[in-house]
């Protein structure tokens, strides 16, 4: 059913089963499933054209009930695509994409929706090949594997599209175009791809002769090829589609109309005067509707029109604009505002028509329409103003006209339609361009409006905002008013709001900026009006657009930026810097301005900011500078800067308030703005961001004293004190924060070695006497950087400066009132009391301390021990820096005491004082009485009586300082000899027995300082009442305190160094207290009991009693921490513990010992090290702890140990012992991964050690080592290469084989040191030796470290003797006898004799028994070959005995290397070109083996090679011949003529001449063998078209020896094969089948009739070659070939061409030729009447068996006209000379001759040839 009603009853039929199932979106998903149960195609074809309907019906009202997935349906669509369905079925399915692509419900729902539908659309109507492509594009699409572009596969696809546009039907040409528009749309190679395949044309003529759909489709095109590239424009432009364009935009529809306008603006790039004339024609023609586009077009045409003609009235172009100006005028609104937008465009274009008397006429038709009430048209005048605006200030007459426009412009600016407000804000900024016309402007009436379009504009409108209120402030006053209309306005958060919206770098930033940078220059008045930039202050968010536009701005805008954002950084620090630091490359564009601008404002707000963003992240600052590689500039520049403030009073004074920093404190304190250090401006700014650079980058230390920095310091400082001294005003010239720059400077002690530095520091002297808190305290920081950084020599300058005096003048200092100073120091990570710390680090210096300096400041510091009430702490600092200056310096305690120290301190002790003073005070006593000087003088003796009555008397602080200052007195003899000292005992032991334990403590230490020297005096408190041994013992048992517990020990140590004392009862006794101290918490007690404890273990009887008491363990238990002294004591205590007392060892073991040991031992101190080093040799001389787990861990620490410089030779010979006893067992070392760095190297300094011991040790130890692999390949171990090399050629044989192993590692890494060492000879030397008690594997090592020699460079093979190299081959490794094969090959090729050498050496022999071992077999059979093919070594004896191996070596089946069995046939080959060997007994086996060889199908090149060997063989004995013939060699060569391979092939006949050359196998020549032979030729004349002579000369001898041969049909089929043979250039070639043919030619005569006819017939085909090599050949083929030609069949042909002078008295004659040849019949011509000179041109044949000899042709000439003679005559001509050149031609006269005219001849061609 077809028509309406059948599309009716469908889809009433589909909506009746959409009823029944629930909707059509379920009809649709049960036809879609139902497609893959279909089981015919019918079936398909029906349910997908139900889909088809089903589609085709779908609305929104089927997706209220249930949506239908388009993709899914799609899916299922395209899997019916398949390959090999019926017609219908695809039919079907393209049926069901058009509905779904052409419902517009679900193809919006896919992507790519109209390129599919149309590409359904052509596939339609496409043909079958082409519909087969866009089929494939169609699934392409589908599937997602590209764009409209890939899909169509690129430009096939455009020729394809651009094909269907000419012929192909209406709507075809339209689905064809508009599929080009999608891609031109979508992707810019299409646009060349058109262009390229000739779309142009075809898409012009479109436009003329399409549908109107298809013209807009091609006017789109057109358009947006001309948009693409100035070529294609100019393509379609002489394609000449403005004439279709224009066609289309006077009767297109409206669409295609403004397509064909925007095209055209595309495309008119030159003026056209028709062109113009025709667009004003329709200008003013009565088609409004098309006005609006003509207007367009007329607007391109015009803006590229020659000014000349726009002038000239009466041309195109004047009238089109004229035309225009008067549409201004027009009653139709719309044309109206097109017009004044075309104008508009048209000078914004065109600066010098805005400059001509245009511009004046059309301005004051455009002020016409300011007053009208259109929107449209408002803003379409005010857009034309604008532009006309662009040029008021060079045509005055527009300036002049202008005015009249201000008012209204001023009225429309403030419209409530927000689009006529920004066109006229346009036009009043550019009307603002003119500063004599805006100082009219009311800047109120622009401010506001302008701020508006700031808020509400779109971005252009609020760019030309921005532009009137910056060019409105470039040209009016500056006064409160105007600012307090900015700041009701809101004029600035406006314009930065706007900033945050523009593009970085673009117009509208630019003027955003200017504007800002403008307006943050308005100031206000003292409380009423604020400034206008406060108000980003109160806004930090603000902040945000201002800092990002800095970045990628021009450098104008940037200063811009800076400028209004540097005057934040007072108020808003915090915000600023976050809002830096965040935008990215702020950092460094601001950098870049302030090094490369010139302004200083600029310079300074820069600076500013970047302090700013520093705060908040000063690492960020740095990593930004570093990354643009421009914090050396900005620091050149900041010095720079500085350099040029040469007088900072004035100018900065000036800047103070305009770019400032308030620096914050910390703790929330208020900033007091008066303080000096609460306001940086001015210079102090560059100076503050250099000391912030300073202090967060290293670098920037340098580069800034590189820049001078220090210099400009210090010339500022020393102005400003200079200032100071003469101006009244003392206000801060910023000499403070110059001192905190050279403070952090001098922190880097390269600057400090600068030269400027030593010239700053008098200044910086001085500057601590100036009376400003915070430049003194500065210039105090700067010298404690100087002191602490500096070198001797700095120190030194510093104390001579005198800087001492005005350092001791800030001591003891109140923390509050310098509070701001220490928040300071802290930010920039200085000492917070410089004073204290200058002072002791330059006390600390032993020529300062006991120098001029230090006796200058010792009475300054005496005096301050005096109480001063505003510098509290300035006593005890001063008695601190004393005690400094006391130590190890005689003279200055000399000065001390000669400055009434002593009789002060002795005063302090009188009066009792209780506080830290008096401790200090005794400290300093005892520090004086050590010298020897101060305890003679008058006043020791003196004090030492007060120490004692304070120590009998005193309160409990001074009885302790007492003790303590008394333990200092009795380090002097006199004084601890003396009768008073001796006093001192009795009190110092009651105190230990009855006093506190801090007294205790002080009493012990006193008694170990009086008694520790001398022993005997030890005695007195032994035999004293209350016996001091008892009172420890009882001590250490008590549960006093652990450190007083200590000095109990620590006493004990000191008593039991007397042997008597150590034996008494009491001494036994205080073991188990000492053993029990051990285990107590780590102090000091646990090194006086390990000390006490080794005096003890000096008595044997002592040691087994501390044994018993377990004291192993305790000791165990403390080697861990750093108390090196501790450890020793214990190393020496374990040492006595563990002698001949195994069951201590394994104890200690036990208790971890060891790792105890390694855990301290990387950080211990030498002597600390030795005695662990003592201890574990004691251990390990046990085996079976230095087999265990906790021995091996000592390995790479001792290792590390004896890298150590300082490691003495004792602990190095206990290391070396304990490693030895270690590693000499190999399991131990396969434990360590020990490298060459770990062990090698520690060991070969000790090699070199003056203790013979420790060189003995070490090596052995290293034997021990070399024996592990991985370290004989270390880059460390060629050192050991020599030694190695040595005790190689010690000739001891257990020496050597240890050499030679540990060398076997070494060569695979180390080869050319060991050649360099001569390890070369040395290791001959033992391979050579033929002592049978030699171990093999020595022989077999010394071979593997040859053999690794030899493959490591080809240099070692002629350092190797030859023979060595044989003996090599017998080795049992693979890789040596590689080794010496390689080498031998190369010597032999190298040099010939040492092949003889090496056959002399018996390298024949091991060669062959290689490969009777099929060892290496390839490379050995390569150098037999090379040795057998030396014509010397073939004469020798040893060949003949090779024979028979190789021979076995090629039968054997073991044989497996093809390459080997190649090389051992061409060594038998070799040896057979010796004619003796070729004869002997052994020949025989090696045919043999050969053949059997050819028979395994073997390669080519083994083919040749045998073949070549059995040449050889059969050319000197008819012996072998037999034995080749008996193996079946025959037949297999007659095979092998057969190959593919030419060369094989041509070898295989060579051997059939040579093994037929005799009778010898008579037998075995059979016709076969000549058909082999004519099959090889044939081949190869078809394979080449040419023969190798071989071939023939083989054929040639099987003829020659065998005649019975020539008679065979095999020969016969020969023939023309050796016919063609002839054709070739080769003369070798030709002459063999010469020979050939002629040997056949011999036997005719005795072959059958038949047989040899036909050979003669065959060899017919020779005649003209041979009469060739007649004329041509050499002279020795003329003999045979003529034989030949006299015994060939042929055919003579005789050609009579015309005859001449046949004439007659009266009329023509009638001529013909009488031909008469022996006795074959007569011929004749035809009879030619046609004048004197008749031409036949007739010929005439005779076959001949064999050629005519002695034959004559008889030629009669006749007439046969009535009138005249009957006969010209006769000639008779011998034939014979014609068979042997083939072809004579000439002219014969006719017998008898005319008398009475010229000679009557007959022009005749003879041929002789096999046709």
């Not at 109107?212 to 091609?218: F, G, L, N, T």
């Not at 920004?422 to 003119?434: G, K, P, R, S």
């Not at 000379?1777 to 008398?1795: D, F, I, N, Q, W």
Request: hydrophobic share 45%; glycine share 6%.
């Amino acid at each position: 059913m077809q028509g309406e009603y059948a599309q009716a009853l469908q889809e009433n039929a589909m909506c009746a089963l959409a009823n029944i199932s629930g909707g059509l979106s379920s009809v649709i998903s049960s036809l879609g499933q139902s497609l893959d149960s279909c089981s015919s195609p019918a079936q398909i074809a029906d349910t997908l054209g139900a889909l088809a309907s089903a589609l085709m019906i779908y609305d929104t009202k089927a997706e209220t009930t249930r949506v239908s997935n388009p993709l899914d349906i799609e899916q299922t669509l395209i899997k019916q695509f398949q390959h090999g369905l019926p017609f219908l079925v695809q039919e079907r399915t393209i049926e069901a994409l058009a509905s779904l692509y052409g419902n517009t419900v679900l193809a919006n729902k896919l992507a790519n929706s109209e390129a599919k539908r149309l590409l359904v659309g052509l596939i339609t109507m496409a043909a079958n090949e082409v519909q087969d492509e866009l089929l494939k594009s169609l699934l392409m699409l589908c599937n997602d594997e590209g764009g409209i572009w890939r899909s169509l596969q690129g430009r096939e696809g455009i020729q394809l599209l651009i094909s269907l546009l000419g012929l192909s039907s209406e709507q075809q040409q339209e689905c064809a175009v508009a599929m080009l528009r999608l891609l031109s749309n979508e992707n810019d190679e299409s646009k060349w791809a058109i262009t390229a395949a000739g779309g142009i044309p075809p898409l012009v003529q479109i436009l003329e002769t399409g549908s109107a759909k298809a013209k807009e489709d091609s006017a789109t095109i057109l358009g947006n090829l001309c948009n693409h590239s100035e070529d294609i424009r100019a393509c379609v432009e002489s394609a000449d589609a403005v004439p279709a364009l224009l066609w289309l935009l006077k009767n297109g529809s409206q669409n295609g109309k403004e397509i064909a306008a925007k095209t055209l603006n595309h495309l008119i790039h030159k003026s056209d005067t028709s062109t113009i004339s025709q667009l004003s024609a329709l200008l003013t023609s009565d088609l409004p509707e098309s006005k609006i586009y003509v207007l367009d077009a007329l607007k391109s045409m015009l803006s590229v029109a020659p000014l000349s003609d726009l002038l000239r009235e009466g041309s195109a172009a004047n009238d089109a604009i004229e035309t225009m100006i008067k549409i201004l005028s027009s009653p139709r609104e719309e044309t109206q505002a097109k017009s004044a937008a075309a104008l508009a465009g048209i000078f914004d274009i065109r600066k010098d028509l805005r400059e001509s008397s245009i511009a004046v006429e059309t301005l004051r038709e455009a002020i016409k329409l300011l007053n009208v009430d259109s929107e449209k048209i408002l803003v379409e005048s005010c857009h034309c103003l604008a532009s006309i605006f662009l040029s008021i200030r060079q045509n005055r007459d527009v300036a002049s006209v202008a005015k009249d426009a201000l008012p209204s412009l001023v009225t429309l600016a403030n419209s409530s339609a927000l689009q006529v407000a920004e066109q006229a804000t346009c036009a009043l900024a550019n009307f603002l361009l003119d500063n004599a016309a805006s100082e009219k402007v009311v800047p109120a009436e622009i401010i506001v409006p302008a701020t508006r379009v700031l808020r509400e504009g779109t971005i252009v409108g609020k760019t030309h905002a921005a532009s009137a209120i910056s060019r409105l402030l470039h040209s009016s006053a500056v006064d409160p008013a105007l600012t307090d209309c900015v700041n009701r306005a809101g004029t600035i958060l406006a314009l930065v709001a706007f900033l945050e919206t523009a593009d970085s770098g673009s117009v509208a930033t630019s003027e955003a900026l200017d504007a800002l940078s403008l307006l943050s220059r308005l100031e206000g008045t003292s409380g009423q009006v604020k400034p206008a930039w406060e108000v980003l202050s109160e806004f930090p968010n603000s902040i945000s657009p201002i800092v990002s536009s800095i970045s990628g701005s021009s450098p104008a805008l940037q200063d811009k930026a800076i400028e209004t954002l540097s005057r934040l950084c007072r108020a808003q620090p915090i915000a600023l810097g976050n809002t830096v630091v965040s935008s990215s490359g702020c950092i460094s564009s601001v950098t870049k301005r302030l090094i490369n601008s010139s302004n200083r404002m600029v310079k300074t707000g820069g600076a500013s900011i970047l302090i700013c963003a520093a705060k908040v992240n000063p690492q960020r600052v740095i990593e930004d500078l570093n990354e643009t590689n421009s914090r050396k500039s900005l620091i050149q520049s900041l010095t720079g800067m500085l350099t040029s403030m040469k007088s900072p009073n004035v100018v900065e004074k000036s800047e103070k308030d305009v770019i400032s920093i308030c620096r914050d404190t910390k703790g929330g304190r208020s900033v007091d703005p008066e303080t000096t250090t609460s306001i940086i401006s001015g210079a102090n700014l560059f100076i503050w961001l250099l000391a912030v650079l300073a202090t967060h980058d290293q670098k920037s230390k340098t580069e800034i004293m590189e820049a001078g920095a220090i210099d400009v310091l210090t010339e500022r400082i020393t102005n400003c004190l200079s200032q100071y001294i003469q101006v009244d005003d003392k206000e801060d010239s910023g000499m403070w924060i110059c001192a905190l720059l050279l403070a952090i400077l001098f922190q880097d002690r390269d600057i400090i070695r600068a030269n400027a530095t030593s010239k700053s520091i008098p200044v910086l002297t001085n500057l601590l006497k100036y009376e400003d808190s915070a430049s003194r305290y500065f210039a105090a920081q700067a010298m404690t950087s100087l002191v602490c950084n500096g070198s001797r020599g700095t120190l030194l300058s510093v104390a001579n400066s005198g800087a001492a005096s005005g350092l001791i003048s800030l001591l003891g200092s109140a923390d509050d009132d310098i509070h701001d100073l220490l928040e300071l120091a802290d930010e920039f990570s200085l000492a917070r009391y410089p004073d204290q710390v200058s002072l002791e680090r330059l006390f600390r210096v032993d020529d300062i301390r006991s120098g001029a300096t230090s006796r200058k400041a010792i009475p300054i510091l005496v005096d301050l021990l005096k109480p001063i009430p505003d510098r509290p702490g300035a006593p005890f600092l001063a008695l601190g820096l004393l005690l400094q200056l006391a130590k190890d310096c005689p003279p200055n305690k000399i000065m001390m005491v000669e400055s009434g120290a002593l009789e002060a301190l002795t005063k302090y002790l009188s009066l009792g004082p209780k506080d830290a003073i008096e401790e200090a005070a005794t400290d300093l006593l005892g520090i004086l009485f050590s010298s020897a000087e101060i305890c003679r003088h008058e006043s020791a003796f003196g004090a030492v009586r007060q120490l004692l009555a304070v120590l009998r008397m005193g309160g409990r602080g001074a009885r302790y300082s007492a003790a303590k200052a008394l333990e200092n007195l009795f380090s002097a003899d006199h004084i601890r000899n003396a009768e008073t000292s001796r006093q001192a005992v009795q009190p110092l032991v009651e105190i230990l027995s009855t006093g506190l334990e801090k007294e205790q403590h002080a009493a012990i230490a006193a008694l170990v300082r009086l008694l520790s020297e001398n022993p005997a005096r030890a005695l007195v408190v032994a035999d004293i009442e209350m016996n001091a041994v008892d009172v420890l013992c009882r001590i250490l048992s008590s549960n006093c305190s652990l450190e007083l517990k200590g000095d109990a020990a620590e006493l004990c140590s000191v008593l039991f160094g007397n042997t008597r004392i150590r034996s008494t009862i009491a001494a036994a006794r205080c073991v188990e207290p000492l053993v029990s101290l051990l285990v107590m918490e780590s102090s000091p007690a646990q090194y006086s009991a390990v000390r006490a404890l080794d005096k003890l273990l000096d008595d044997e009887q002592l040691a087994e009693l501390v044994a018993a008491h377990g004291a192993v363990i305790p000791l165990v238990g403390l080697l861990y921490g750093k108390n090196y002294n501790l450890h020793e004591a214990i190393s020496r205590a374990l040492v006595k513990l563990g002698k001949d007392r195994p069951s201590c060892k394994t104890e200690m073991v036990r208790a971890g010992v060891i790792e105890g040991m390694l855990d301290i031992l990387h950080e211990a101190p030498d002597f600390v090290s030795s005695a662990f080093a003592e201890l574990l040799r004691i251990l390990t001389n046990n085996a079976t702890i230095s087999k265990g787990p906790s021995a091996a861990k000592v390995v790479e620490p001792l290792f590390q140990l004896l890298t150590l410089p300082e490691f003495g030779p004792d602990g190095q010979h206990s290391a070396l012992q304990v490693l030895v006893n270690i590693l000499e067992h190999e399991h131990c070392r396969a434990e360590h991964n020990l490298t060459s760095h770990k062990a090698i190297e520690p060991i070969l300094p000790l090699l070199e050690s003056p203790s013979p011991a420790v060189q003995q040790l070490a090596a052995e130890l290293l034997s021990h080592l070399l024996l592990e692999e991985h370290l004989q390949k270390d880059p460390i171990t060629p050192q050991v290469i020599g030694p190695l090399i040595r005790v190689t050629g010690s000739g001891i044989p257990i020496l050597q084989q240890r050499a030679v192993r540990a060398l076997v590692g070494i060569a695979v890494t180390w080869p050319n040191e060991i050649a360099k060492e001569g390890g070369v000879s040395e290791l001959s030397k033992v391979i050579l030796q033929t002592d049978s008690s030699l171990p093999h594997a020595l022989w077999e090592s010394a071979s593997s470290v040859l053999a690794s020699l030899l493959q490591y460079s080809s240099e070692f093979y002629l350092e190797v003797p030859v023979a060595v190299l044989v003996r090599l081959l017998s080795s049992g490794s693979e890789i040596t006898i590689i080794g010496a094969l390689n080498a031998l090959l190369v010597l032999e090729s190298d040099d010939s004799t040492s092949a003889e050498a090496m056959a002399e050496s018996g390298a024949i022999e091991a060669l062959l028994e290689l490969l009777r071992c099929h060892q290496c077999e390839d490379t050995a059979a390569r150098l037999l070959e090379a040795l057998l093919n030396n014509v010397k070594i073939r004469e020798t004896k040893a060949t003949k005995s090779a024979i028979v191996p190789l021979s076995q070596y090629l039968l054997d089946p073991q044989t497996q290397s093809q390459q080997a069995r190649l090389l051992a046939a061409l060594a038998l080959g070799n040896l057979f070109q010796n004619e003796a060997l070729a004869r002997t007994a052994d020949a025989v086996s090696a045919c043999r083996a050969l053949v059997n060889l050819l028979e395994d199908q073997p390669t080519e090149d083994m083919k040749v090679v045998a073949i070549c060997a059995l040449q050889n063989l059969v050319m000197y004995s008819r012996s072998n011949k037999r034995a080749v013939a008996e193996a079946g060699g025959v037949q297999v060569v007659l095979d092998l003529i057969g190959s593919s391979e030419p060369e094989t092939s041509v070898q295989a006949a060579m051997f059939v001449k040579l093994l037929f050359s005799n009778n010898t196998i008579l037998e075995y020549a059979s016709s076969e063998t000549v058909r082999a032979i004519t099959a090889a030729i044939e081949k190869e004349l078809w394979a080449t078209g040419a023969v190798n002579e071989e071939y023939l000369k083989t054929l040639n001898s099987l003829f020659s020896n065998f005649p019975r041969l020539r008679a065979t049909e095999p020969a016969t089929l020969s023939i023309p094969h050796l016919v063609t043979s002839l054709k070739t250039t080769s003369e070798p070639t030709q002459e063999a089948a010469l020979d050939s043919l002629f040997l056949l030619r011999q036997a005719w005569s005795a072959c059958p009739a038949e047989v040899s006819r036909a050979q003669s017939i065959a060899a017919a085909d020779a005649i003209p070659l041979l009469q060739f090599l007649i004329q041509s050949g050499p002279p020795r083929f003329q003999e045979k070939a003529e034989f030949l030609l006299q015994c060939l069949p042929g055919t003579l042909v005789v050609i009579i061409k015309r005859g001449n002078n046949m004439r007659q008295s009266v009329g023509n004659p009638s001529v013909y030729c009488k031909l008469t040849l022996g006795n074959t019949p007569p011929r004749q011509t035809k009879v030619i009447s046609t004048g004197p000179n008749p031409e036949w041109d007739e010929s005439f044949a005779w076959t001949f068996e064999s050629p005519p000899k002695g034959q004559k042709l008889h030629i009669s000439c006749k007439n046969k006209s009535k009138m005249g003679k009957s006969s010209f005559g006769k000639v008779t001509i011998q034939i014979d000379r014609v068979v042997m050149l083939g072809t004579v031609a000439g002219e014969y006269a006719l017998l008898p001759e005319s008398k009475s005219g010229p000679s009557r001849n007959l022009e005749i061609e003879f041929q002789w040839s096999n046709k």
